[in-house]
């Protein structure tokens, strides 16, 4: 299905980036991705205990330019690395949702500083999850235990919060992601809760995004949210393996499953390099392998193009929402 067609929308597959890599050139357990500038993206990788946490910094062509951050509780370091966004400037946030703070590099990866305080009160966190920059550099955090979302200056200055435990409208239960729409709408990812709430600026409570009652668009642990350049809402439905889509209203569009029947460029280069491999795949139904493992994040960029990230497949897969596609008429 590497062509989805759904209530007047096309979504076209195109490649993927990536692969498992203990360090270096690769990805392990990511957790959450920015687009920078040009084609430069940057990826934060949870690892295992002490192994794999950091950021890695590759092209939408594959090229691998180098990675920063290290396993560890010192400045520049992650235990628990769980979400990533760029400043005006194109400064590195990062949160760690074990250390209870936002970690600040540079473009190129020095770091700069760090903020947060461990607590329930005004301005503090506990278990930090997603984060994202408004049109005026504020940055959203969700505060994931403390059942809220919190807003601060870049610098780590308190600014607002809202919302509090429990399953109402506005309400929370161990939120995850967020992002900002084209709007300034503020869009979360209530885990627990499996549903998506769309909040205005100053956390007023707007749009609903969840399944109907008989199931059609539901949600099992929803991560990450994207908004579109036409309103449509794109959520990492991480419990059931896809990517569901809704319109601005909240009502269901259609579902991508993940279709990349080409591996990477990377993994290609691994999988020719070793003929067992080579032999064991041409026996083997890849088909699992094409669909989509732990869909953990999304972002779209400028033209529409949709970047899903796997944590449990360690890469991302690209698609196009295509806006002039047409049926032609066959005459048979």
């Known amino acids: 299905m590497l062509t989805t067609v759904a209530a007047g929308r096309v979504f076209d597959y195109s490649y993927c980036i990536g692969m498992y890599g203990m360090s270096g050139q690769g990805f392990w357990a990511p957790q959450d991705f920015v ?40 400045d520049g370091q992650f235990v628990w690395p769980r979400s990533i966004d760029l400043d005006s400037a194109g400064n590195v946030f990062a949160s760690d949702d074990f250390l209870h703070r936002i970690s600040v590099f540079d473009k190129e990866g020095a770091f700069l500083s760090s903020w947060g305080t461990a607590g329930s009160g005004e301005g503090e966190l506990n278990g930090p999850s997603g984060i994202a920059f408004d049109a005026d550099d504020n ?18 200055a308190f600014l607002g919060a809202f919302g509090h435990e429990g399953t ?20 979360v990812a209530d885990w627990k809760n499996n549903r998506v709430q769309k909040f205005d600026a100053e956390g007023r409570f707007q749009v609903m995004f969840q399944g109907t009652e008989n ?15 036409d309103g449509d809402v794109y959520v990492t439905d991480w419990g059931n393996h896809r990517v569901q889509i809704y319109g601005p209203d909240g009502h269901f569009v259609t579902t991508l499953v993940g279709d990349a029947q080409q591996p990477s460029p990377w993994t290609q280069t691994y999988i020719d390099a070793n003929p067992d491999i080579v032999k064991a795949r041409r026996r083997a139904n890849m088909e699992p392998e094409w669909r989509f493992r732990r869909p953990v ?25 295509v806006k002039d596609y047409e049926e032609h008429s066959l005459n048979l």
């Not at 199931?215 to 350049?229: F, K, N």
């Not at 972002?299 to 196009?320: M, S």
Request: with cysteine; hydrophobic share 35%.
């Open 168 to 187: 109402g409208d506005g309400e929370l239960d161990l939120p995850w992601g967020l992002c900002v729409g084209p709007d300034g709408g503020v869009y």
């Open 215 to 229: 199931g059609v668009g539901d949600l099992h642990g929803p991560t990450g949210v994207a908004v579109d350049s």
């Open 139 to 156: 940055l959203f955090v969700v505060d994931s235990a403390n059942n809220r979302i919190q807003k601060f200056t870049k610098d780590g």
């Open 297 to 321: 994040a999304v972002n779209i960029d400028e033209n529409d193009t949709i970047f899903v990230l796997e944590t449990a497949r360690h890469r991302l897969q690209v698609y196009e929402k």
């Open 35 to 74: 687009l920078g500038e040009g084609n430069l993206i940057y990826v934060i990788s949870r690892g295992v205990e002490e192994i794999g946490q950091r950021v890695t910094r590759v092209t939408r062509d594959h090229e691998f330019l180098g990675q920063f951050g290290a396993a560890g509780r010192g």
